[in-house]
């Protein structure tokens, strides 16, 4: 079943403003934690991941962190463009290669 | 170098009815995972597979469902005596050998009507 989930199903964020999405998850055996895009009627696109032995990891306008305590995943996105707009996912690769995804947070960008 | 291509992009079946989609990998890429995603949801894993060889089906309904990726042509993703239920966006996936990042590229996916 599934062992990734989010907390909030959709975010508003002023245009310019920074984007936080959260993210839970359950299986402490996964390698990787991993963020993806969807916009409508798209296919997913990878953003970021970071390795399970890793706490922060950087991209470009992009910042993931992972904190395995309390088992929980976020994404950063700095200075929300109306291109953001659209559904992430989390998602977490467990140790037999295989993509697992959560439900998805829908960001709303606010003019 | 194009993405990975499925076709086709929509389908319309009657009930007991079979579809089949079809997903071309990128270049390069021998491994192919099928996903299946009901509107406002997430996406399920269904298959994972390389030439010839099914790695993974465990996210496979037990009937009706059957996907191969033969050693030549497209992988392809068959559903049998269609029901309302499988009306769904299904997407396909492709990575190189092995996967040693959380990178899969995506197609733009085949959405599937039973009438």
């Known amino acids: 079943g599934e062992s990734v989930g989010l907390h909030l199903p959709t975010l508003s964020v002023q245009e310019g403003d920074n984007s936080i999405i959260n993210c839970a998850y359950s299986?402490?055996?996964?390698?990787?934690f991993i963020w993806y895009k969807q916009e409508s009627g798209k296919g997913p696109q990878f953003i970021i991941d970071?390795?399970?032995?890793?706490d922060k990891r950087q991209g470009q306008r992009v910042t993931v962190l992972l904190n395995k305590t309390v088992k929980h995943l976020s994404l950063q996105i700095a200075a929300t463009q109306p291109g953001d707009s659209a559904v992430y996912f989390c998602a977490e690769r467990p140790r037999d290669d295989k993509i697992i995804f959560g439900k998805g947070t829908r960001l709303h960008i606010l003019p | 170098n194009a993405g990975v291509m499925q076709n086709p992009r929509h389908l319309v079946r009657r009930r007991g009815q079979e579809a089949r989609l079809r997903c071309s990998p990128m270049?390069?890429?021998?491994?192919v995972y099928w996903y299946r995603q009901l509107p406002e949801e997430g996406l399920k894993f269904m298959v994972y597979l390389q030439k010839e060889n099914i790695i993974d089906e465990s996210g496979m309904p037990k009937e009706r469902f059957s996907a191969e990726f033969p050693k030549e042509g497209p992988s392809i993703l068959r559903i049998q005596q269609v029901v309302r239920g499988d009306s769904a966006a299904y997407f396909c996936a492709s990575s190189r050998k092995g996967l040693n990042t959380g990178e899969l590229f995506f197609g733009e996916g085949s959405r599937l009507t039973v009438l």
């Open positions: 299986n402490s055996a996964s390698d990787y």
């Open positions: 270049k390069g890429h021998s491994h």
């Open positions: 970071i390795r399970s032995n890793m």
